[in-house]
């Protein structure tokens, strides 16, 4: 089964790329977002238990969204692999991950990094919240904040796959398709 984790901060092209992936691979997009609000929607013990905790401004602990996680491997056995997308975001839950993984006999082939500088991100950033219109991509403070608080808090989980010799860095500049085709060359390594 190939499992990657695509990772990278926010513009780095992460959306556009998985896409791609799940396309080539025929890849399940998991998304954590996307598995809370489909929990949610489902009315689950796991749903209800996050709709909870997200209606008091709390983060829903890790361990509910590795559970999560687990629904969805367990629901898709017969899937060629898995894209990891929004997570892990920090080295807690790259752990949790790999516990959850060893226990189906899985475990993540590589995790694919796109290396984008700050001032591309922000200017990336800025130009998608022109035309898409969300707020969090349209003001270069928040912009800012977010590049920051990913360096600090998220950029760490690529040593933990360094330290496994799963760490595949991509230069995230560049056209579309070259972008591709460089990462697939890294898929194709796995």
Do not use: W
Not at 52 to 68: N, Q, R, S
Not at 81 to 109: M, W
């Amino acid at each position: 089964m190939l499992n990657i984790v695509l990772f990278g901060p926010p513009g780095a092209g992460k959306g556009t790329q998985s896409q791609k992936l799940i396309d080539q691979y025929q890849l399940i997009h998991l998304s954590t977002g996307d598995l809370l609000r489909g929990e949610i929607a489902q009315g689950t013990a796991l749903g209800l238990e996050a709709k909870k905790l997200m209606d008091h401004g709390i983060l829903v602990p890790d361990e509910v969204v590795i559970g999560m996680i687990s629904n969805k491997l367990d629901a898709n056995k017969g899937a060629k692999g898995f894209i990891f997308d929004g997570f892990p975001r920090t080295v807690a839950q790259a752990e949790a991950l790999d516990q959850l993984l060893n226990s189906k006999n899985e475990a993540i082939s590589s995790m694919v990094a796109l290396e984008v500088n700050d001032d591309e991100l922000e200017h990336r950033l800025l130009l998608r919240g022109k035309e898409s219109g969300r707020p969090d991509d349209a003001n270069p403070e928040v912009i800012r904040k977010r590049i920051h608080e990913y360096n600090n808090k998220t950029a760490p989980v690529a040593h933990f796959y360094q330290n496994q010799n799963k760490f595949k860095s991509i230069n995230g500049i560049g056209s579309v398709d070259d972008i591709f085709q460089a990462i697939c060359k890294v898929i194709d390594l796995c």
